[in-house]
Every structure is written in structure tokens, then in C-alpha cells.
């Protein structure tokens, strides 16, 4: 896609900049594996979609860093697509959110391992509403995230599933070492168990205030459904990795809390060649907006 | 703990079943956490990090949804936010972290009804000014936490300053609200905090429904769905705004009572926004005990519970209604001029006053609001001028009520107290009684019965901090003995045995968890005689050493108070504590002030300068006031005290260490720390506000036993107020007065002391009192039993018996000559020594002509003590304290020489108290007990005896002269403060307790002054008195308080909405326009310059330094500017003119 110089932001460039981001599970292979003890996701990205998942992966960070409000997104998008450089006071603004602890600016930029972690939450983020697991729609997905650089907990889906609502817990992670993937999973795991509560507790005040009365209420009842390991509940773990060794890195997932039904227990794995590499150009892709 | 650990709590709390452990789990990991947190060497585990945050779910769900009961959500958030306390305490991975969990232990601990502990968790975050731009998030997080705190001065400086960062944002980003943009649910936060406090403090309905929108629209904002911590911030400060909406000080006040009542609240230092679970149960109640109906009540609230502020807040009620002045009646001068002061702190908002009613024998002051006085001076005042204090003061609060039941004082708390409820029963007068550990309420409600309805009585439990209570005790270490065999001199055989320090900690009724020092603390020298091992006094390490390292463990988390029994076991224990610390230079102030006055040498200076006090009586009142001064502001760390400190004072502290509970007196085990002092120095563990728990720990000197865990129980019998009339000491003299006057009606003017003397002597206060308020038809024999407490609780027999004495002691009142009868009753003295000062008075009266300067204070005072006379007026209640010994173990009856008038005159001209100890008691060779004698004298004798006869002899003796030919009218003042000139008289009246300083001042004036001594000193300031008077810390503020000037009603006008000018001592080259308030680092008190440029201008005078200063601590946003012709023009920048802040309509 080409665009010309349009000058001051507006809503046509967010249409044409969102509308030129691909479905990033249109462009990578997807492959769902469902036991009894758990479900979980293998999505490859092959190489001629480098670019465009890279491209995806920006404008979907730009867009839920600015909650989409037009005044940022529109001027990130305007000025990605070669606009006007940012006043200085209003660049500073933008960077608060783009240019955050876990992205940084190219005069500053945050560590590597801060942009690996937070582009994984978003690869999560974007498959998980695009229903890459083919679980369904999700009517609510919140995070990522609480913190740039917290650890864990880094988002919620609730779906509505033969009439009632239920949520999954799902924790992101990059992988960059010569470690096994596995046991990336097992950490991430280890790291829900400890942490899940304090996740569910701010998500489910949050929802209780939702104007939906159904909602509200079911946000009021998570804790005490994560703590009984209820049908309702659930949790996920993802990781985007650059190997390719993911056959059994669910290995253990059973072992992990106490559900009794396998979709209670979702995974996702998506392999990206030198996924180090990846991360930087979705971070170049953010930085040409500031 | 035990409370924070209740088992069937903590099972309520969990509920059933699920991933987290057991509530027997819970309980035990909890006391493990506790405890480790003390050792220092605390960390929480992520599960039982995980079951907090459960439990503040459950806890913080909105209570529409009905999702769990009530009552376990209170326990779920309070187990919840102790859990979180405990891994704030043993620190977070990272500073965010700790900022989100405070955050939600905040709010459990407010929803969990521990309101206190709220703000004591958002005093330990670190300093933080987050700006919206960097991370809006953050600024959710700090700016809720301060409103949690309810801390406004920091909301509305932070919203201040957040509104020009947001006008700023508006205009970069070209929107006219921010809630188009990202900060859209910061924004909205920040501007509901602002509106929900506006709420609190002014009452506006209007703001508090706002506040709820804007919290609803933080929550789910259009365009920062991202922003989760502030949208969770939002989402709980929505239902904290309906909490706090229904426990403002506004939601209960009676239509009966003015407004402004509440803006002395809200407005008044400390501020009150909202009230704390017994006040608010205690004010919803019906009737209402704000409404003037009430007109007796009897309250009863632990320490640390708010029982200062309700009893504030009455007394404010009570005066706004235009109903009369209140008179405060507390037991002792110091805590009394610490209610005077924080009254008059919190009146001043409405220009009213409080103020100490003076010295014995002084007319009451021209009616200020409130009057504070002790007992003594209630009893004083009624029977010299009863009609007066009835027709000024229409509201009696008695704080420390229990005090009615003390051996010492309380028969004239008593008698005072049953004259005022009988002459006012038919009257619209209020009492109010205040106790921490009253336990028969019921007597005490029967006791103020109007027209047979007993007193209003509310009881309540609660208080903020958990309190962990410990027994300390010594394990010898057997295994490790030491066998020394005889060696020169030494012919015995010795046994060194290695003491292990023990602490047992309470974790639940019936469980204890032990705790053993690592190495030992002490050793035990044991030495073979008469084939026996007997213990070594001289070699054994002392108890007391072994407690001061217990101490030190204890001062790791704040301020440490240890209970001694004697003075002497005070200053061994400081010295103690004191050895095993660095200097601490904290203290430089204190060090240099008390070598000063007591001398280098000291022992008092040693050990301040390590950052430990000694406090009991034979210390000087103002260095008393100075050591009281320092552990309260922080800056001193320990303190021993013995337990005239317990109930004399109100200040918390983090821990109690409770040494030795009583002495040896030859055979006789003296007790001085009974269950009700006992009780009130466990009340002072844990400082509501400043911290969560307290720590109170008692030590033992023999085997650990776990029903020593009973100590800390005292039951309701223990605490029992018990009229004097029912002791045993007082049926015996009555048996003996019975005798008496079988014998004898003369036995009614024969009794000289005694319970049976005192109640003649009450019921002749009471017969003249009657008669003049002109119920002379009263029955004064049945009034002056009837209304006593001890007619509550007295049988039927012994009734009797006291009618009798009553009726012949009214009898013999009736057939003395009107004008003899009303002098005697009005002395308050037996009716023998009433005798006596009669006949004093006559004598000195025959010789006053030969005096030439009437006016001269010790002239007179020599006059009076003359041929003897000082020596008669001493026998009247032959005080011990008058007869110095030569050693602490010198026979009781014998007492050293010593010509008393001349150490009175001494005394008089202002000499220290070092060098009077030095002229008069060099027998004394031990120099700490020469000071704790000479103290004590002028404690009891100078300060209270002696004033109290002198203000009835010289009032006799100048009945009927003119005012030229009178003997020196305020002799007794003279005396009572140590002065000798009018002006150091003025100022010592006044408030300065320093006699030092006040003589330092008449000395200077006597040569600068030309106008009256407050005026001359109000055009100095801090600096200058610093400078010319070396004035300490606390002679500054007193200095401040008594040369404020009160007429200019500096805080109360500018609350008001006025434009106050005040004037500016210039200092640099100021100009018109706006200035800034900043109090310099100097001090304390801090001098308040005014700045312009960053540069100082000039400073505020004296005579505002006061009000401005309690201007900018009510944290209502001023602005400031200086005028054409230099002067300060202050003014509100009133927050509840402001529109929408953050919204398009913003100024």
C-alpha cells in the first residue's frame, strides 16, 4: 500500500491504515490440536508474511496503546504513512504511550527483552479476537496490560458459550533462549497460579462496573470461580518463540491447576523465525509513527 | 493479632472449599509471617500473596450484586489487607507494585471497617508525582491513595497541579476534554477525587453525586479502555464514595445543631472527613448525642479509637447551638494543656477559643468556649464560685472518668462530679463522661440518671492497629554452665550460666508461638554456699539489661515506651537501652537543652544522646513536656517511663515493653501497674494512623507459664470505678468517726483527715453551694449522698451509716454563722484546717502593717511564712514530699534540715532547680535522688499545696482592704509558677512553662519593653527569640501560642472566604503581586517566609505564625499576594468554585 503525505491526521488514514493491516491469522498457518486435558494452538508465520504480520502487529499495538482515540492513533498513523513530523509537546505525548518503558524511542529504546515480551502479548491479544483457536468470538477481551512491565496476567477473554459466560486467564511469553519451549510454558504456569488472583481481582472489579448486569455480575463471580476451578474458569498460556520445537511443550500443562475439562486449559504457540528480530521491525514499525 | 487471627474469622472469611489453604492454614502461616516480619527476615509466598487478593475480591465486590454476605466481606478484606500489610512490610518486587497494593490493602482496610490502618500504609509510600503524560495510570494509583488517606492538603496540591498539566494536554492534543484521549479515565479520577473531597469537607450533596459519575466514567472510558489501573482505581472509588458519603461528618449531623459544628470537623486540625466505625455507630444511635437533649452520656472507647475527636466534635456541637461554653475536665496539667491546645486548633476555624482555666484559686478566665481544667480545679471553682460555673458552662466532658474510682483523687473528681449532676439534674447542663477502661458502665449510667432514665451509654471495642502481645522472659542455658573454681579473694565456687533471651508471641487464644535469641543475652553467676547454688546479685546480669535488648529488637519498628516501676529502675533501664546504641543526632536538641538545665553531668543527657528518654516526676515539668514532645514528633526513639506517664499523657507509641509492675518495700510488694493502668499502657501499642500493629510485651523475671497470657485480660471487676465511700480504709474511718461522734457532736470539726473528714467537708461544699445557687431548700444532707456514685453501690446498711454523718455534718452547717460557714466550706480543705487558716489569716493580718511593699511576692511570702507559719500551712496535709531524706534508704522519719522559706524564695526569684538542689540539699549526695526529691516537692508542694492554702489565707486576709492595702493578691500564682515579677507572672499564666524562659524574658523586657510584654514579643519572631532567649523547640511554640494574635481571627476569616492582610516582616526587596508561603528548614518551629522569584521577601510575624501555619495544614488551596503597602493578603482559592476540571467547561 502506498500512501501520499495527507498532512494533518484524520479518520481516512486510520480507516486506510487499519483496513491495510491483514488479519494476522490470514497470515500465518494455524493448526488447533484438542485433548482431553487441554487445547491448544500451533500457528507458524512463513516467511513471505514477515512484513505484513510485522505491519499487523504495529497497528494493532498503536491502536489499543491509544484506546483507539482518533486525536493519537490518527496522528501515529499520519505520520507513519510519511506525515508531517509531531510538534515537539505533542510528540512527547504520543511517546507516553508508543514510546512507553517496553518500547522506548529510537533515542532511547527500551531493552530487547522488553519489546519481545510486549509484542507477544499483542501477537496473544490480536489471534486470541481474531479466534485463531477457533474457541469463538470473544465478547471482551481485556489487557494486555496492567503494566508495561509487570510480569504476568497478561490478559483476559470472556466468551459466551452455550448461553453462559466464561473467561480464560491467559499469560504471554517470548522466547528467545536455547532453553525448551516447554519449559517457557511451565514457567508461565507457575507464574498464573501465583499471580492469577491478583489479575482476577482488577479485572473483576473493573468489569463489575460494565453497564451489562449479566456482566457485572459474572466479573463479581471470577475470583471465586478460579478459586473452585469452576466450568466457567479457565487459563491459557502463549508463546511466541523462533523455534520450531513446540511438539511437546504442553507436556506438563495438565499438571497445572485443577480443571477438569480440557478447554479449560488452552494454549498457543506461535513460531517465528528469529523472533528477536521480528519484535524490532513491529518496534521499527511503531517508531515511524512517532 | 489474635483479633486479626480469629479461626472462625478467617474461616468466614475464606468461605468453602477451593484452591487456597485451610483457614488452620491461614492462621498459622499468619502468626509465622507476623513474627518473621519482626526478626526482620519476613516474606509473604505467593499463595498466600494470592488467597489476599481472593479475599479482597470478595471483600471490594460491589455490594449490589449481593454476591457474598456483608459480614464476611468485612472479614474477607480485613484478613485481606492484613496479608497485604505484612508483604508490604517485608517489601515488593517492584515500586509499582508496592503503589497497586497499597492501593487495595487501602481500600480493604477501609471496607474492612480499620479505617486507621488506611492511612498508615499510604505513610510508608515513598514520595511520588507522577505527571498524566508519562503514565496516567500511576497517577490514578497516587492520587486515590491520598484520597483513601483522606489526606486533602496533598489531593488538592496534586489536583493543582495536575489541572495545569491537563489545561496543557487539552490544548496539545486540540480537545476540549480529555476524555477523547487516553488520560480520558485518569482525568476523570483525578477530577472525583477533587469533588469528593470538596464533598467531604463542605458538604455538597451535589459534588458527592458528581464524584460518582466521574468515577463511573473513569471506569469505562471511550478511548482509555488501555488504561487499566486507573479504570480499577475508578471502579473502587465509586463505591468508596458511597462509604465515605454515608461516614462523613456530615451524615449525621442533627438538625438540631448548626452546620458549622461539622466545619470545626472537616475544617479543624486534624482534619475529620469521615468518621471511623465506633464514632459512626455511636452517631447513628438515636437520640443522637450531638443533640443537646442528651444530657448525660457515658462514653467508652479504647484508646486509639477516636474518642478525642467525638468528644471534639460534641463540644463543638455544643458551642455552635449558642447554648453556653464547655469546661473539659482531664487528670493532669500536661494532657490538659494538649486538649487546650488541639481545641483551640480545631475551634479556631470558628473563632472560638479554648483555654486552661489558670492556676488554683484563680477566677475562671472570661468564658471562652471551652474551659480545660483538672479535678482539683472543677472542685475549686464550684465551691468558690458554683453559680458562675453553672451559668457560663453548660457542657461538662470528663475525660478519664475511671479516675472517680483512684485512691488519691478520686473522691474530689467524685464529689465535684455528684454536685454537678445534682444541681444541674433539673437543668439543660450536659455531662459527658470519656473512659478507656470503665468497666461497670452500668453503675456509672445508674450514677447519672436524670428523672430515673440512666445516662446515655455507648461502649465500643474497636480499634485500627492489631496489637500483638508477647511475654519476655531468661532461659538459662544449663548445658553451657561455667564452673569457676575459688580464686584469691574469691573463696567460693561460681557458676556462669549463659542467658537465652525468650519471647512468647500470642498468635490466637490458647496458642503462643516462642521465640529464643540466636545468643545470649545475660549471664547468671550462681555461687556455692552452704551447699546450695544461690543466684549472685552483684555478678548476674540485671533484669533490666536483659529487657533493654529486647528493646532495641522492638525499636527496630518504631517507637519503643518502657514501664518501670520506680524511677530509679527508669533511669538503669534507659541507661541500659542506651549502652547497646550509637549516638543518634536526632537528639542534638534535646541533649543540648537538657545539659542546660539539669547540668552536663546527668545521667538524663547520657542517654538522650543516643536517642533514649527517662520520664518521671522528679524531672522539671517543662523537660518532661520536651521528652513527651520528642517521642511524639518522632525524634526520640525510646523512652522510660514509670507509670505516672501511663495515664498522664496521650501518646501512642509502636511498642510497650512493660518491665517490672511493682517494688519491694521493706516486706511489702508495692503494685504500680494495675489491670486498668495495665490496660491503658497497652492502649498506647500502635499509633492509630501511623501504623497498623502495635506491640505490647510483658516481661518476667521467673518460668514461662501460658496462663501469663491472662495478665493482659482484665476483667470488668478490675476496671470497676468503686466510689471511695465503699473502700475498706473509708468504712474504717467511718467506724471511727461513728465512735467519734457517740461521743461528741465536736467530732464533726475534730476529724483533720480522712475519708470521713473529706466527706464532711463535701457535704459542707455541697450546703453552700446550694445556698448560693438559691436551692438552700434542698436537702444538702441527702444531695451530698444521694448523688454519689457510692449511692450505687453501697448496701442499704452502709447507706445508713453515711446518711448519718451527712445529716449531722449538715446539721452543724446549719447552726455555724452564715459568712464563718460559707469561708470554710469554700476551702476545700477539713473543717479543722479550715480552722486553722483562719487563724493564720488573723495573725498575718495584726502584722501586715509592718510590711512596706504589699505587692513585692516574696516579701509577702516571707511575711506569711514567718514565726512559723510556713510550718503550720505545711501540717495541713502534711505532704511527704515536704521532708527531704538524706539517702534513698534513710528511715521514713528521718529528714534532713532545711530552711524551706529560703528555698522557697529561692524558687521564687527563679532560680534553677540545679542550683536550689545544690544550695539547699548538699546533704544529699546522690544527685539523682536530691532532684527527684526536690521535684517532687515542687510537684506537690510549690505547684499544688501551697498555692491551694495561700489563694484561700491571702484571700482572708485581705477582706474588706483596698486594693492599695493588700497583700500581694496573687501570691499563691507566684509561687505555683516560680516567678517574681509581674511580667515572667504574665507569661507564665499564659502558657509558657518554661520558668527559665519566662524569667529570661522579664529580664530582658525589664530593660527593652515599652509596651505590654505580649506586644513587645510579637515584634520579634522564631528567629530572633531563637537568637536572644535560646529558646528550645517547645519554649518557641509556646512563645507563638501566647503572642498570637487571637483578635485578628486569621484562620477563621479566611476559611470564611475573606481577604485577610497580614503583616510582612521585610527581609530582601519584596514587590506587589503574588507570593508564595514556604517554611524554612530551620527549627522546629519552621519560620513561614514569604517567597517571590525563589527568593525569601520577608517572614510572617509571631503574632500569625499560628494561624497561618494551621491555615496551610488544613490544606485548603490559599492564595497569596503582597499588597502596594507590603502587606500579606491572603485568601482561599476557594475548590468549590471550580467548574469541571478536566472537561471541556475547565477554568
Same mark, same amino acid.
Given at each position: 500500500v502506498t500512501i501520499d503525505d495527507v498532512g494533518s491526521p484524520g479518520h481516512d488514514v486510520t480507516t486506510l491504515v487499519r483496513s491495510a493491516a491483514q488479519p494476522l491469522s490470514s497470515l500465518t498457518v494455524v493448526e488447533v490440536h484438542a485433548a482431553a486435558t487441554h487445547h491448544w494452538a500451533e500457528v507458524r508465520l512463513p516467511a513471505a508474511n514477515r512484513a505484513a504480520a510485522a505491519y499487523t502487529v504495529a497497528v494493532h499495538i498503536a491502536w489499543e496503546r491509544c484506546s483507539g482515540a482518533p486525536h493519537y492513533f490518527d496522528a501515529w498513523a499520519a505520520r507513519r504513512e510519511g506525515g508531517r513530523p509531531h510538534e515537539a509537546d505533542f510528540l512527547e505525548c504520543i511517546e507516553g504511550f508508543l514510546g512507553s518503558e517496553c518500547v522506548g524511542t529510537r533515542d532511547a529504546p527500551a531493552p530487547d527483552e522488553h519489546i519481545e515480551g510486549f509484542v507477544a502479548e499483542h501477537i496473544w491479544h490480536l489471534l486470541t479476537l481474531e479466534n485463531a483457536l477457533a474457541f469463538g468470538i470473544p465478547i471482551r477481551v481485556d489487557g494486555p496490560d496492567w503494566s508495561a512491565t509487570d510480569s504476568g496476567g497478561d490478559g483476559l477473554a470472556v466468551y459466551r458459550t452455550g448461553g453462559a459466560l466464561i473467561f480464560r486467564l491467559w499469560e504471554s511469553k517470548a522466547h528467545t533462549g536455547d532453553n525448551p519451549v516447554r519449559d517457557v510454558v511451565n514457567g508461565a504456569c507457575r507464574q498464573v497460579t501465583s499471580r492469577a488472583l491478583r489479575y482476577l481481582a482488577r479485572f473483576s472489579k473493573v468489569g463489575?462496573?460494565?453497564?451489562?448486569p449479566e456482566v457485572r455480575h459474572f466479573y463479581g463471580r471470577m475470583p471465586e470461580m478460579w478459586k473452585h476451578a469452576a466450568r466457567g474458569a479457565g487459563g491459557g498460556v502463549s508463546v511466541s518463540t523462533a523455534s520450531g520445537e513446540v511438539t511437546d511443550c504442553f507436556g506438563y500443562y495438565p499438571s497445572y491447576w485443577d480443571f477438569a475439562h480440557g478447554d479449560q486449559r488452552q494454549g498457543l504457540v506461535v513460531t517465528i523465525v528469529d523472533y528477536a528480530e521480528f519484535a524490532q521491525a513491529v518496534r521499527e514499525e511503531l517508531w515511524k509513527g512517532l | 493479632v489474635e483479633r486479626a487471627l480469629n479461626l472462625e474469622d478467617l474461616r468466614m472469611a475464606l468461605?468453602?472449599?477451593?484452591m487456597f489453604p485451610s483457614a488452620e492454614e491461614l492462621q498459622h502461616r499468619l502468626a509465622q509471617a507476623e513474627i518473621a516480619l519482626f526478626l526482620q527476615r519476613g516474606a509473604i509466598d505467593d499463595e498466600l500473596l494470592a488467597t489476599a487478593w481472593y479475599l479482597h475480591a470478595v471483600g471490594s465486590?460491589? =455490594?449490589? /450484586?449481593? /454476591?457474598?454476605p456483608v459480614d464476611r466481606q468485612r472479614r474477607a478484606n480485613q484478613v485481606a489487607a492484613h496479608i497485604f500489610d505484612l508483604a508490604l512490610s517485608a517489601g515488593m518486587a517492584s515500586e509499582l507494585e508496592q503503589r497497586e497494593t497499597t492501593f487495595a490493602a487501602q481500600v480493604s482496610y477501609l471496607r474492612g471497617d480499620l479505617d486507621p490502618n488506611a492511612i498508615a500504609l499510604y505513610r510508608r509510600l515513598p514520595h511520588f508525582e507522577p505527571r498524566l503524560v508519562d503514565n496516567p495510570g500511576n497517577v490514578s494509583l497516587d492520587v486515590g491513595s491520598s484520597v483513601l488517606a483522606l489526606d486533602r492538603r496533598r489531593v488538592f496540591d496534586r489536583v493543582d497541579a495536575l489541572l495545569d498539566e491537563a489545561r496543557e494536554l487539552r490544548r496539545i492534543v486540540g480537545v476540549g476534554d480529555l476524555i477523547e484521549t487516553p488520560y480520558g479515565s485518569a482525568a476523570r479520577v483525578v477530577e472525583g477525587c477533587n469533588e469528593l473531597i470538596v464533598h467531604l469537607t463542605y458538604r455538597r450533596p451535589e459534588r458527592l453525586e458528581r464524584a460518582r459519575q466521574l468515577f463511573d466514567e473513569g471506569a469505562n472510558p471511550p478511548f482509555a479502555q488501555a488504561d487499566l489501573n486507573s479504570r480499577w482505581v475508578a471502579a473502587h472509588l465509586r463505591d468508596i464514595a458511597d462509604d465515605l458519603g454515608t461516614a462523613s461528618v456530615w451524615a449525621h449531623l442533627p438538625p438540631t445543631v448548626p452546620p458549622a459544628a461539622g466545619m470545626a470537623m472537616t475544617m479543624g486540625d486534624p482534619p475529620v472527613l469521615a468518621l471511623w466505625p465506633p464514632q459512626l455507630d455511636l452517631l447513628k444511635g438515636t437520640p443522637n448525642p450531638l443533640d443537646p437533649s442528651v444530657r448525660r452520656l457515658v462514653l467508652s472507647f479504647p484508646t486509639s479509637a477516636g474518642k478525642t475527636l467525638i468528644a471534639q466534635y460534641i463540644m463543638s456541637a455544643h458551642v455552635v447551638s449558642g447554648r453556653g461554653s464547655a469546661c473539659v475536665v482531664v487528670p493532669t496539667h500536661s494532657l490538659g494543656r494538649e486538649v487546650q491546645r488541639d481545641l483551640d486548633r480545631r475551634l479556631a476555624v470558628l473563632a472560638r477559643d479554648a483555654r486552661d482555666a489558670g492556676p488554683l484559686g484563680v477566677p475562671l478566665p472570661d468564658t471562652p468556649s471551652v474551659v480545660v481544667m483538672t479535678p482539683e480545679k472543677l472542685a475549686a471553682h464550684l465551691r468558690t464560685e458554683p453559680e458562675r460555673v453553672l451559668r457560663d458552662y453548660s457542657l461538662f466532658v470528663i475525660d478519664e472518668a475511671h479516675l472517680v474510682g483512684d485512691t488519691d483523687r478520686g473522691w474530689v473528681l467524685e464529689s465535684a462530679l455528684g454536685f454537678l449532676h445534682a444541681a444541674t439534674s433539673h437543668l439543660h447542663h450536659r455531662i459527658v463522661l470519656l473512659s478507656a477502661a470503665l468497666g461497670n458502665r452500668t453503675h456509672v449510667a445508674a450514677w447519672m440518671s436524670v428523672n430515673g432514665t440512666p445516662a446515655l451509654s455507648f461502649h465500643h471495642e474497636w480499634r485500627g492497629p492489631r496489637r500483638a502481645h508477647a511475654l519476655f522472659r531468661t532461659d538459662a542455658d544449663w548445658d553451657n554452665t561455667e564452673i569457676i573454681e575459688p580464686r584469691g579473694r574469691r573463696t567460693l565456687y561460681r557458676k556462669r550460666v549463659p542467658l537465652y533471651g525468650q519471647i512468647h508471641v500470642r498468635t490466637s487464644p490458647g496458642q503462643y508461638e516462642s521465640l529464643r535469641t540466636t545468643g545470649p543475652v545475660g549471664t547468671l553467676v550462681q555461687v556455692w554456699r552452704n551447699g546450695v547454688w544461690e543466684k549472685h546479685p552483684k555478678e548476674s546480669d540485671p533484669a533490666y539489661a536483659m529487657r533493654a535488648r529486647t528493646a532495641t529488637v522492638l525499636g527496630a519498628h518504631g517507637s519503643v515506651l518502657l514501664i518501670e516501676a520506680t524511677k530509679r529502675q527508669a533511669q538503669y533501664t534507659a541507661a541500659a537501652v542506651a549502652a547497646q546504641l550509637d549516638d543518634d543526632p536526632q537528639c542534638a536538641a534535646l541533649v543540648a537543652l537538657a545539659a542546660t538545665r539539669l547540668g552536663p553531668a546527668h545521667p538524663l543527657v547520657g542517654v538522650l544522646r543516643k536517642g533514649v528518654g527517662f520520664h518521671h516526676a522528679a524531672l522539671p515539668d517543662d523537660i518532661q513536656a520536651e521528652l513527651e514532645d520528642g517521642i511524639r514528633k518522632g525524634t526520640l526513639l525510646y523512652l522510660v517511663a514509670t507509670t505516672t506517664l501511663v495515664e498522664g499523657i496521650n501518646f501512642p507509641v509502636r511498642s510497650v515493653l512493660v518491665g517490672e509492675r511493682g517494688y519491694n518495700d521493706g516486706d511489702e510488694w508495692v503494685p504500680t501497674l494495675d489491670a486498668r493502668k495495665l490496660l491503658n499502657a497497652m492502649g498506647r501499642a500502635g499509633r492509630a494512623g501511623r501504623e497498623t500493629e502495635g506491640w505490647i510485651v510483658l516481661s518476667f523475671n521467673r518460668k514461662f507459664y501460658p496462663t501469663d497470657f491472662g495478665d493482659f485480660a482484665a476483667d470488668e471487676e478490675e476496671l470497676s470505678a468503686r466510689s471511695r465511700l465503699g473502700t475498706e480504709e473509708a468504712l474504717e474511718a467511718l467506724a471511727a468517726f461513728e465512735e467519734l461522734l457517740r461521743q461528741s457532736e465536736d467530732a464533726i470539726m475534730g476529724t483533720y483527715d480522712g475519708p470521713a473528714a473529706d466527706f464532711i467537708g463535701h457535704v459542707w461544699f455541697v450546703a453552700n453551694a446550694l445556698s448560693e445557687l438559691g /436551692?438552700? %431548700?434542698?436537702?444538702p444532707s441527702r444531695v451530698s449522698l444521694e448523688f454519689t456514685l457510692a449511692w450505687q453501690q453501697l448496701d442499704e446498711v452502709t447507706r445508713v451509716r453515711w446518711q448519718w454523718v451527712a445529716h449531722w455534718a449538715a446539721r452543724r452547717f446549719a447552726a455555724t454563722p452564715p459568712d464563718t460557714r460559707r469561708r470554710w466550706a469554700r476551702t476545700g480543705t477539713s473543717l479543722p484546717s479550715a480552722m486553722l487558716l483562719e487563724w493564720l489569716a488573723q495573725q498575718v493580718r495584726a502584722e501586715l502593717p509592718l510590711l512596706e511593699d504589699r505587692q513585692d511576692p516574696v516579701a509577702s511570702f516571707r511575711l506569711i511564712a514567718a514565726r512559723g507559719r510556713l510550718a503550720q500551712l505545711l501540717s495541713i496535709d502534711k505532704p511527704r514530699a515536704a521532708l527531704f531524706r538524706s539517702r534513698r534508704n534513710a528511715p521514713r522519719t528521718e529528714s534532713i534540715a532545711l530552711d524551706l522559706e529560703v528555698l522557697i524564695v529561692d524558687w521564687l526569684r527563679g532560680r534553677e532547680v540545679g542550683t536550689i538542689g545544690e544550695t539547699h540539699l548538699a546533704a544529699v549526695t546522690e544527685e539523682t535522688y536530691r532532684y527527684e526529691q526536690l521535684s517532687e516537692f515542687i510537684t506537690? =508542694? /510549690?505547684? %499544688?499545696l501551697l498555692p491551694w492554702h495561700l489563694n484561700t489565707l491571702v484571700e482572708w486576709i485581705n477582706e474588706g482592704l483596698g486594693p492599695d492595702d493588700q497583700l500581694c493578691p496573687e501570691l499563691s500564682a507566684y509561687i505555683r509558677f516560680g516567678v517574681d515579677t509581674p511580667v515572667a507572672l504574665e507569661l507564665a499564666r499564659a502558657g509558657v512553662r518554661s520558668r527559665r524562659l519566662v524569667h529570661v524574658i522579664a529580664g530582658v523586657a525589664a530593660h527593652a519593653m515599652t509596651a505590654s510584654v505580649r506586644q513587645w514579643l510579637s515584634e520579634g519572631d522564631v528567629r530572633s527569640w531563637r537568637r536572644d532567649f535560646e529558646a528550645s523547640p517547645t519554649e518557641l511554640a509556646d512563645l507563638l501560642a501566647v503572642t498570637r494574635a487571637r483578635g485578628a481571627r486569621v484562620t477563621s476569616r479566611v476559611l470564611a472566604g475573606e481577604v485577610v492582610e497580614v503583616p510582612l516582616v521585610i527581609e530582601g526587596n519584596p514587590a506587589a503581586g503574588v507570593a508564595e508561603l514556604r517554611e524554612l528548614e530551620e527549627g522546629p518551629p519552621a519560620p513561614i517566609a514569604a517567597v517571590q522569584d525563589g527568593e525569601v521577601v520577608g517572614f510572617v510575624p509571631s503574632g500569625y505564625h499560628d494561624d497561618v501555619a494551621l491555615l496551610r495544614t488544613i490544606g485548603i488551596p490559599l492564595v497569596v499576594e503582597l499588597s502596594q503597602d507590603m502587606l500579606l493578603r491572603i485568601h482561599i482559592d476557594d475548590p468549590t468554585e471550580r467548574g469541571a476540571w478536566f472537561g471541556g467547561g475547565a477554568s
Open positions: 463489575q462496573t460494565d453497564t451489562d | 468461605g468453602d472449599g477451593g465486590a460491589r =455490594v449490589a /450484586l449481593a /454476591l457474598y /436551692l438552700a %431548700h434542698w436537702d506537690k =508542694v /510549690l505547684e %499544688h
